[in-house]
C-alpha cells in the first residue's frame, strides 16, 4: 500500500469516526431535550388590558418541518410588532397515531417544542378539537388543559368553553366562545345555549364578540359548507350580533364576507399539507390563498385589525375594522389600502 493510500484510507477512517461521535451527541442531545419536562410558563406581565392580539391557526399538528417554520414565523411576527396575548389552536392538534396519556411524546414534537421563544413560550394555547382529535385524543388534549399539564400554556378546560380577554372601561374587550364542532352533534344545542348566553347575560357587554370552531359555517374551499352548521350555527351567531368565527379545516387561507353575516376567518394552514383554493372565486371570498401561515388580529376599544401571514413572516394581507362601523362585517372589514386611501 502506498503512503498516500494509506492516508487517504486513514483519513477516511477519522472521518467516518468523528461523523459517528456527532451523530451520537446530536442524539444525546436531541432526546435529551424532547424527554426534559418544558418549564412552566411565566406569563407575559404589564401588558396594557385595552388592548388584545392573539394568533390563530388550525390544522398544526402535523409534527412536520411545516409546522415548525409556521411557529418560527409567530414568534418572528410577535417579536416584530411587540405584541402576543395568546395563541388559537382551530383543531386537528394531533394527526397520526392517537395520544396515549398526557405524557405522549407528542405533546413534545407537535405543541410544547414547536412553539417557542421569547412571545411563544410566554403566552396561552387556547385550543379547539378538531376532526382529527377523535375518537381518543380528545380526552387527553382536555386532561392536559385542566391538570396543567406541561409548560402549563395548553388551555382546554372542556370540550366547548367562554373566555373574557382584555377591558376597556369596565366592558370585556373580547369574548370569545370555543366550540367543539367535531364532538356528537346531539351536543351541538348545549353550545347554542352557551352562545346564547355568552353574549346574552347581563352585565356589561364586550366590545368584540368571537367564536372559534375548527369547521367553518361559510367555506369556498375542498370541504365546502356543512349544511347542517349553517343551519344551526349561523342562526344564533347572528341573533348574537357575532363579529369573526375563527376556523380551519380547510388547510389554506380564506376570507369570506356576506351580507349581514359575521366575518368568516379560515386559517387551516398551520402544518398540515395544503389545500388548493378555488381559481375563481365567488364574491363572498376576500381572500384566499393556499399557503402555509397563519392569521392574526389585534383589537382595541375602537378597531379590529385582521392580517394573514405566511410561514416566513411575511405579510400577505389586511383589513380594518372600525368599531363605531353600523355595518355588519361586510362593508366594515375593509382592506387596509382601500382604508388608506379614503383617509387621504
Not at 106 to 113: I, P, V
Not at 175 to 183: A, C, E, N, P, Q
Not at 198 to 213: C, D, E, L
Not at 250 to 255: G, I, M, V
Amino acid at each position: 500500500m502506498t503512503p498516500s493510500l494509506f492516508a487517504k484510507r486513514s483519513m477516511l477512517r477519522r472521518t467516518v469516526y468523528c461523523s459517528g461521535i456527532a451523530v451520537v451527541i446530536l442524539l444525546i442531545v436531541g432526546g435529551y431535550w424532547l424527554f426534559t419536562p418544558p418549564s412552566t410558563f411565566v406569563p407575559l406581565s404589564d401588558l396594557d388590558p385595552s388592548l388584545v392580539s392573539m394568533i390563530a391557526l388550525g390544522d398544526q399538528g402535523s409534527g412536520d418541518l411545516q409546522q415548525w417554520r409556521v411557529g418560527q414565523a409567530m414568534e418572528r411576527v410577535a417579536a416584530r410588532e411587540g405584541r402576543l396575548d395568546m395563541v388559537v389552536l382551530l383543531g386537528d392538534n394531533f394527526y397520526g397515531k392517537a395520544l396515549t396519556s398526557t405524557h405522549d411524546l407528542s405533546w413534545q414534537t407537535k405543541f410544547e417544542r414547536v412553539y417557542w421563544g421569547h412571545w411563544l413560550s410566554h403566552v396561552p394555547f387556547y385550543a379547539v378539537l378538531g376532526n382529527h382529535d377523535y375518537p381518543v385524543s380528545q380526552k387527553f388534549e382536555i386532561e392536559y388543559g385542566q391538570q396543567r399539564k406541561g409548560s402549563g400554556r395548553w388551555q382546554m378546560s372542556s370540550n366547548f368553553y367562554t373566555k373574557d380577554f382584555g377591558s376597556v372601561d369596565g366592558h370585556p374587550l373580547v369574548r370569545m366562545v370555543f366550540l367543539d364542532t367535531s364532538g356528537p352533534r346531539e351536543s351541538l344545542q348545549q353550545q347554542i345555549d352557551l352562545i346564547d348566553q355568552a353574549f346574552q347575560v347581563p352585565g356589561p357587554a364586550p366590545v368584540w364578540r368571537i367564536v372559534a370552531s375548527h369547521h367553518p359555517v361559510r367555506n369556498q374551499g375542498q370541504h365546502g359548507e356543512d349544511s347542517d352548521l349553517v343551519a344551526t350555527l349561523l342562526p344564533v351567531l347572528q341573533r348574537n350580533k357575532v363579529d369573526l368565527l375563527l376556523s380551519g379545516h380547510d388547510h389554506n387561507q380564506q376570507l369570506l364576507l356576506r351580507a349581514g353575516e359575521p366575518a368568516w376567518v379560515i386559517s387551516g394552514a398551520g402544518g398540515q399539507k395544503l389545500y388548493a383554493v378555488d381559481a375563481t372565486p365567488s364574491a363572498d371570498s376576500t381572500f384566499a390563498a393556499s399557503r402555509a401561515g397563519f392569521a392574526k388580529l389585534d383589537l382595541n376599544a375602537s378597531q379590529l385589525r385582521l392580517t394573514y401571514y405566511n410561514d416566513r413572516g411575511d405579510l400577505e394581507t389586511g383589513y380594518r375594522w372600525n368599531r363605531n362601523c353600523q355595518w355588519m362585517a361586510k362593508g366594515c372589514l375593509l382592506p387596509e389600502v382601500d382604508q388608506n386611501v379614503v383617509a387621504q
